[in-house]
């Protein structure tokens, strides 16, 4: 089959607190951020652009967990330390 190269195209990265999201490939049509316990603490849709910083969140150190909705319909999920 084909090589799916979709996750490593997409890259979250968590500095100083300000979430980057970085889609070398697809362009990102919407972002859910979700704590463990599965609530949203976070929700941008039509995004339309290849990359996207999300605003400073009111979390404390914790997991959560970045879905990426590309144009394509792909979803690529990405767990960070926030």
Do not use: H, W
């Not at 070398?24 to 996207?52: C, F, P, Q, W």
């Not at 009111?58 to 792909?74: A, R, S, T």
């Amino acid at each position: 089959g084909t090589f799916d190269k979709g996750d490593s195209a997409v890259l979250v990265s968590n500095k100083n607190k300000l979430i980057k999201i970085d889609s070398s490939v697809e362009v990102i049509n919407k972002v859910e951020v979700y704590d463990l316990l599965g609530r949203t603490v976070y929700e941008k849709i039509n995004i339309d652009a290849n990359k996207l910083v999300l605003p400073n969140l009111v979390m404390n150190d914790q997991v959560l967990l970045v879905k990426i909705i590309l144009e394509n319909g792909k979803t690529v999920t990405k767990k960070i330390i926030y």
